[in-house]
């Protein structure tokens, strides 16, 4: 099938380069002059693992990149949105890039012939495609939707680090919609993926997507919490996780304690349900207190590291910037406010991180340095912070350290196999 995705970020590019995996047609349309470069040059403009391998074997016979959304449209029967869906300073979703795509499509579509397919998958709050993508699709196209062209809902759930992996083996597929039609085609898209697909209407989809997010971002916040006491009474959260995972009903996912969840989608996601929700009249009293605890963490490891160390003009090396490990991305990364926190004390900051250094040289400029070599950031440092899971750094040489101290905000350091000049102490245990 020929398919354009308008947005080329991790979840479109993820989209195009697995559906090209799979013999499909791709076109990838972005407003990121670089982007379009580098993809059509085989080279991921993001880092996920896997991406390179496929951008090399689809690109460019299965898979090309342009700005040029008129032909895109045109030699396409699906056009999947998946541009950013940033939240407002007040939590409310921003639906600045979805509504101007939508347009944009409008217009080509009012000179189309064949049916076209138009698939939200930017995370959208519940009511968008019917209240705000159809309306405009409609008036820019002269058209009607369930008629004329179809409209799907079809919310992405990879987590970066995992996203071709997740892409390729989704636990569902949700599909929502007005019309068999678009939906028939859509799953047909997703036929080689082999998943459950659970049909249902634009606002289920819609909603579906932002419940899962909450409650992973829930569970994540429960465990902080837990494990915040579990510090004061000299537990270890990760045995209590294990002991409570193991219970199927609970399942041992997303109970990593650790400094908070980040990344584009947890903290935006539950931020604009919980404005949703102060819209229709109901007060998300849980999805607040997610959040607050969230925001709390970062607060936590800057009070322990403070307990135990002199941070002014101390030199610390700040390992994992990214907030999660397998991905570039340092949007709403646990390591931004910790490092703010440790700067305003006083702290030299040393840097590393194995995919994010240069995102994060966006934000930090020159206040810290950054290093690709974990040695070159402990070189002199009194103090290592672990802030990413990396896997890499279960396996350092803590020699070029001026004083021996970590402190593990995610448990990954096997203390049986560290020397015995080395001090350890952990965010949750
Ligand atoms: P991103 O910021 O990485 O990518 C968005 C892309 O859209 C950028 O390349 C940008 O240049 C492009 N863009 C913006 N306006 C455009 C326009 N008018 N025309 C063409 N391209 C345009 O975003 P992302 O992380 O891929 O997220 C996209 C959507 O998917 C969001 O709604 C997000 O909530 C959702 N989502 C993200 C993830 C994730 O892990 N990142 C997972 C599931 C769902």
Redesign the pocket.
Known sequence: MNVSV????????VTAACFAEKGHKITC????PQ?IDKINNKIP??YEEGLAEILESVVPHNLNAT?D?LEAINSSQATFI????PCAADGQIDLT??K??SE?IGKILADKKNYHVVVV????IPGTTQDHVIPLLESASGKTAGKDFGVVMN??????GK?IIDFKKPDRVVIGSIDDESADLVEKLYYHFKAPVLRVDLKTAEMI?YTANSLLATKVSFINEVGNVCKKIGVNVYDVAQGIGLDHRISPHFLSAGPGFG???FP??VSALIYKAGEVGVQPILLNAVLEVNRNQPEKVLELIEKQHEIKDSKIAVLGLAFKAGTD?VRQSPSIPIIEGLLDLGAVIQAHDFEALDATKKIFKDKITYHSEIKDALAGAELALILTEWPQYKKMDFTPMKEKKIFDTRYIINQDLLPEDVEYEGLCW
Not at 82 to 85: A, D, E, L, M, S
Not at 121 to 124: D, E, G, L, R, W
């Open positions: 308008v947005g080329s970020g991790y979840v479109g590019l349309v972005d407003i990121d982007k403009p993001i700005d959304l998946c541009v950013g869906t890039h979805i101007k795509v944009q998958k930017s995370t959208v919310p992405e759930f990879l987590r970066e996203a997507k990344g584009s989608c935006k996601d991305d």
